[in-house]
């Protein structure tokens, strides 16, 4: 994942300026990266070779070329254009490619090469990718425009099919740092929160809006694309993070993944259509996998599903279970007062009652 901001250097010749400009924006808006726009551009006394020196002081070089830049250039052999565009930025582990503004013809050698039509090449490159887009998904319109609203620059688009979201996560994945998918449907917002932290690898052990926060200021800083599948509530909405992420959101059924032991005790506890030693068993692996990822949020709603599932049906062995989890969790967040309420209420339903003798005075 990126997190530093790489910088680029376009060389061009004064008559080049709109291409430089247009794929300038294109770059910073798509690639990350913060181009030098204004020192790029050929003043006097300077030719394409002397501003391609120049730009080494950036981490990427583009050279735009055309016949005007080119002519400004008086020396244009072997000896005099390798050293500054071949030799000498590799030397310097200077990452340099060659931009054609009209028809003219830079030396073959000289790669890669992009035509002025083919800036989303461009931008893969710079990204560090080489792949290109494929003719099959270049002829579809839909996906082609979910590339230029959501892969160009940051953004958020709805479609209703679930096949376009995939297919356009598959075309576009180059360009971005991460795909992340959220089977969204009926789970609750901190499921939601806690696979999407699974998935970055973070540990999220503060309440639902801690997390939430947290969340957003890590997406936000980042170029991601955020997928969410079968998207059916506002709540999961809230995690389509803008920022420098973008976010696709399908109201399509999502493809049925990979068995997951965690989901499917939040599916069981949320539906309590199993019988009660089943939902039991389902609480008890879901607490403990839960515990072990540090996904705490999900734990605490998970165990206030339990605990009103016994209270329910009189299981005061399992309400008393459950209540403690809920008080540890509370401590945990700091919530000291509320944990002591719980733990009193806990106290007096639950623990055993001290049994006193009995005496019979007509006995005694």
């Known amino acids: 994942m990126q997190t530093l901001t790489r910088s680029l250097f376009p060389a061009y010749a004064p008559c080049d300026r709109a291409l430089a400009r247009r794929a300038a924006e294109f770059l910073e808006r798509g690639a990350d990266v913060r181009v030098f726009l204004d020192e790029g551009q050929i003043g006097p006394g300077e030719d394409l070779l002397s501003k391609a020196r120049d730009g080494r002081m950036a981490d990427t070089v583009v050279v735009v070329f055309s016949r005007e830049a080119m002519a400004l250039t008086t020396r244009w052999g072997r000896a005099q254009w390798e050293g500054p565009l071949v030799t000498e930025p590799a030397e310097e582990g200077v990452r340099i490619a060659f931009l054609r503004a ?14 002025r039509r083919e800036l989303r090449r461009l931008k893969r490159w710079v990204r560090g990718h ?6 099959a998904a270049a ?21 209703e099919s679930g096949a376009v979201a995939r297919e356009f996560a598959r075309e ?17 917002l901190a499921a939601l929160a806690g696979d999407l932290g699974a998935q970055l690898g973070l ?9 939430l926060e947290r969340l957003r200021e890590f997406c936000e800083a980042r170029r991601f694309l955020i997928v969410l599948e079968d998207a059916r509530t506002a709540e999961a909405l809230e995690l389509a993070f803008r920022g420098r992420s973008s976010a696709l959101i399908s109201t399509d059924a999502a493809v049925a993944g990979a068995p997951n032991a965690i989901r499917e005790a939040q599916a069981a506890l949320r539906r309590m259509g199993a019988p009660w030693p089943e939902l039991c068993a389902q609480a008890r692996q879901g607490r403990r996998l839960l515990r072990e990822a540090g996904r705490i949020t999900e734990l605490h709603e998970l165990m206030q599903q339990w605990h009103a599932a016994a209270e329910a049906r009189g299981d005061r062995g399992v309400a008393d279970e459950s209540a403690r989890e809920l008080i540890w969790i509370l401590e945990e967040w700091g919530l000291a007062g509320e944990a002591r309420r719980l733990d009193l209420q806990r106290a007096a339903e639950y623990d055993d009652q001290m049994m006193f003798p009995f005496f019979n005075n007509e006995n005694s």
């Open 102 to 115: 009209d028809d003219c013809v830079p030396p073959k050698v000289l790669q890669p090469q992009f035509g």
């Open 130 to 135: 080489a792949g290109q887009q494929s003719k």
């Open 139 to 159: 002829a579809q319109a839909d996906v082609e425009i979910l590339g230029i609203a959501l892969a160009d620059r940051p953004g958020c688009e709805t479609v």
């Open 172 to 188: 576009f994945e180059q360009d971005f740092d991460a795909v992340l998918w959220l089977d969204c449907g009926e789970r609750s």
């Open 203 to 211: 540990h999220l052990e503060g309440t639902l809006s801690q997390n």
